[in-house]
């Protein structure tokens, strides 16, 4: 059972350049996030989709789209990468929408904007 | 809106001595609350989670977090830390409620040392 999977684990991007991580969870959840992670700034939530067909923008969403592609999977894409999304980015997912479930992570993408 | 703050950024504790790692949440009702653990260069995993009844609760790997609504706080304890602990711990906070697109907020994280 692989829970979250996200691809790649890392990632080196010029700026300017454009690129989509890929997240798939196989434990038939309805909500998927996109969390972006900091340097003593937690886990900020970009992007998120409480259910097959709609997503919702999160805390931190300038620069970023997405896309809930099925239910399975989750997408974001940076149209014109910055610096400033250096960062590393973690996919999750929970059984419903609403906080009571929690989250399963997957192991996040280190990206790095130069 | 509500809100997490773990007002320790670093811990460092020797081995086999207790840790207590503070977390206070600010929500206008009843909380689900959480506690993550996340190992270098590794995703987030739960370590446990409070919804309602008994405000002591206890997780994986030893841990357990205690629930006061008079302090807005859910401190996570281990009675005596081993070096596999060392982490960054996170604490979380989501409205009392399952509908709609309510999501869970992040506590900004407390980096644990383990010294021998």
């Known amino acids: 059972n692989a829970g979250v999977t996200q691809t790649p684990k890392f990632q080196v991007l010029k700026t300017g350049q454009s690129m989509t991580l890929q997240c798939a969870q196989d434990?038939?959840?309805?909500?998927m996030y996109w969390y972006r992670q900091d340097p003593g700034m937690g886990l900020r939530l970009i992007y998120y989709?409480?259910?097959?067909?709609?997503?919702d923008k999160g805390e931190v969403p300038n620069g970023y789209n997405v896309s809930r592609l099925n239910k399975r999977e989750f997408s974001l894409r940076l149209e014109s990468a910055a610096p400033s999304q250096t960062s590393v980015y973690f996919c999750?997912?929970?059984?419903?929408?609403?906080?009571?479930?929690?989250?399963?992570f997957g192991s996040g993408t280190r990206l790095t904007v130069v | 809106a509500q809100s997490v703050t773990q007002p320790d950024i670093h811990i460092t504790v020797s081995e086999g001595a207790s840790l207590e790692l503070r977390c206070n949440y600010s929500?206008?009702?009843?909380?689900?609350l959480f506690w993550y653990v996340q190992s270098p260069g590794q995703g987030l995993q739960l370590l446990l989670k409070?919804?309602?009844?008994?405000?002591l609760v206890q997780g994986i790997k030893g841990f357990e977090a205690e629930f006061k609504r008079s302090q807005s706080s859910f401190n996570l304890r281990k009675p005596s830390v081993h070096w596999s602990d060392a982490a960054e711990y996170f604490c979380?906070?989501?409205?009392?409620?399952?509908?709609?697109?309510?999501?869970?907020?992040f506590g900004t994280g407390t980096r644990l040392t383990i010294i021998p």
């Open positions: 989709s409480a259910s097959e067909g709609t997503t």
């Open positions: 409070y919804f309602s009844g008994d405000t």
């Open positions: 999750a997912s929970s059984i419903m929408g609403g906080a009571g479930y929690g989250y399963t």
């Open positions: 434990m038939n959840h309805n909500s």
């Open positions: 929500y206008g009702a009843t909380p689900y």
């Open positions: 979380a906070v989501g409205a009392g409620s399952n509908f709609g697109n309510e999501k869970l907020t």
